[in-house]
């Protein structure tokens, strides 16, 4: 008897083991997608792990129902990763198949309700949603689910399926349905009869006392001679033909309609150029970084912004796809994705795909099965697709690779997609390229150390100048009263000089919204949100007050709840208000903003990029979404608008972060002719991190910051693991972390912080408790600190005080 061990789509604790039926042993492989039954009747898909010929002795086994595939959809290595994902992040190898898998290819069972023909029944003992529901089944045979709450108007139909059951009425089961659909489209075709050109031309005098049948025909060979084949949608539209003319010709056999599958990611051509020649810096960088990989597995390449480090990757990538390998291109961003796309497009063309949440779920499931059969070889996207199923993965481009949008925040797996895929990397043999402006401490410590490589690119393309950066006393601009709203004088002066050279500006604001919150000047009663600790923020596109936690609105409020007065206004400003404020600063201006709430749909993104680039945009005022590695001509101008409330906020990356964004922001600015200028408004224009921006001094602020690291036990001189509890009730989440402390304190000692409660410590109505570990830099020691937890894990939630209590551990956690 052969047995498989599967992953199912859940957080269980462990994979469960099913028994293969004999007919299925010679087809069945690790990786396989296979149709089992939990429990007494739910049905999933789920991915085989190991096959082996050992049962279980805890319980008995049941059969796999199904192969759901003729090949695996995952190989061993992502088998492998998944694993150690789960046992790195401390979650369950479910939740990783989750994240990984496509939603098609993650099935459950569906609940269908049976009329049962056996059974007779009096219909007027039938309430009337049962009447409704009996009658329809009647007709129908079986509904879903979903078909009930439809027919009922309501959610809530469980009470009613319930009492039909036991009525005898209907009978219930479950069902796997595929959800991958392929895309069919309807393609026009010359009947063969009419292939040769005499009964051709003997058809054109048939149709002369049709005209417009006639004109929709030489329309179809016009699209075929230009074209080759011809879509029925675009040769109606095109042509200004009825879908009536078109049936005319179909029913007289003069042209077929032939439906065909097509690709919803049509690749197009797959031959590469590289047209570019490198600057001699790049040479040496390239060469360096080729060097490095002879004795390194990873490689930082630290080069300043518009150095041209995508030149030199290029060429890397041009090294993998001439040995048939794959690569993955992964950036922090799906807003960066449109700009390199189209550049990277330039060289390798059809080799390339791109992956990120923003498509659809057949759209991913087609990308999914290019990259597991080799057909697409470039990979471009944000951290999900290191997930993707890579047949022979050759090199690992991590841009922007300090950037915080790397590490995963919820659901599980919390994983930070720079570790995992040098982890991922290492299963292929594969090379991994870190490039970054700024890199991470933890990086920089581990190129410096030399357990990666180091390549340095430290001068712009072209030998251009870095950006002048100035930075705006806003205490003492408000002291002359020169200050206009939130902008200096010193800015705005800049700006009307950018905007007469036709030149533009990019304004970064690290708040979205008109307003972070309204306050009541009579009695200072802010308004909160009901679900979470934290105040709302006024969006006035929307006329609504939104919480940025939970995603709940709320209408706006003209009387303070507290005091019954009607003197509520809107205080500090986000991008909206900075929007607002330069529409009547700057009438003649074409001002566009790029946040999460201008930019929601697929194609917003590459269409605001596209706009800037064509220069469509005069001001760009934006959040982080500005920041991160874009690349326009014809930007000479950077205003940072509140410096202080990046260098402001507690935590001890707080300085690393500011320095970052500042320098990443100022980086936009005179990328081609070197006469960018950067204008960074402060209160406290003292603080030394404004002086390392304003001296572009990466070196100045790693040696600062690395010594206060090594002195507070801080990464990368540890391993961080935060533990958050969460419950509905303030006093059990309390009490349970306090229990969870008294355990730890006694194993850790001094490097557990904790518990105390979070700056934000109620969401969606779950109050929060955090404790904090400091593990020493050793593998041992943290898994075994690992393990430890998860058996503190398992006794805490069998107390009963606390057995609903939620504990979420967070690996590495930012």
Known sequence: MKFADVILPLALPRNYTYSIPDKMVPLLQPGSRVAVQLGRQKKYAA????????APKAYQTKPILDILDKD??????QIKFWEWIASYYMCTEGEVLNAALPAHLKLSSETILLYNDDHTYDSALLDDDEFMIAEALQIRKELSIEEVQQILDKVEVYSVIKRLLEKNILLVYETLKEAYREKKENYVQLSPDYQQEERLSALFDELGRAPKQ???LLAYLHFVKTQGSVLQAELLKKS?????????????GILWIEKRTVDRIPLGKTEATIDFNLSPSQENALASVRGCFETKAVTLLHGVTSSGKTQVYVKLIEDCINKGQQVLYLLPEIALTAQIIRRLKKHFAGKIGIYHSRFNNNERVEIWNKVKSGEIQIVLGARSSLLLPFKDLGLIVLDEEHDSSYKQQDPAPRYHARDAAIYYAGLFGAKVLLGSATPSMETYFNASQGKFGLVKLMERFGGIEMPAIEVADLKQEAALKTMKGNFSQQLLSAMEEALQQQKQVILFQNRRGFAPFLLCTTCGWIPHCHQCDVSLTYHRNQDKLHCHYCGTRYPYLYTCEAC??????PKSFGTEKVEDDLQHLFPEARIARMDVDSVRTKDSHNKMIQMLEQREIDILVGTQMVVKGLDFENVNLVGILSADSLLSYP??????????????VSGRAGRRDGLGKVIIQANNTKHPVLQYVADHDYNAMYVNEIAEREQFNYPPFCRLLKITLKHKQEKTVAQAAQ????WLVPKFGTQVIGPSAPIVDRVRNYYLQ??????PRDSKKIAQAKYMLREFFIQLTTEKAFRSVIIIPDVDCI
Do not use: W, Y
Request: aromatic share 4%; proline share 3%.
């Open 47 to 54: 991915i085989v792990k190991t096959i082996h010929e050992q």
């Open 72 to 77: 695996p959809v995952v190989f061993p290595n």
């Open 214 to 216: 006639l004109e929709l």
């Open 240 to 252: 200004g033909a009825s879908a009536a003319q078109l049936k005319g010709l179909v029913d007289k």
């Open 564 to 569: 019954g007065s009607q003197t509520l206004i």
């Open 651 to 664: 935590d001890f990356r707080v300085n690393e972060r500011a320095f970052q964004l500042m320098e990443q």
């Open 739 to 742: 229990v969870l402390g008294n």
């Open 770 to 775: 955090e404790l904090m570990i400091k593990l």
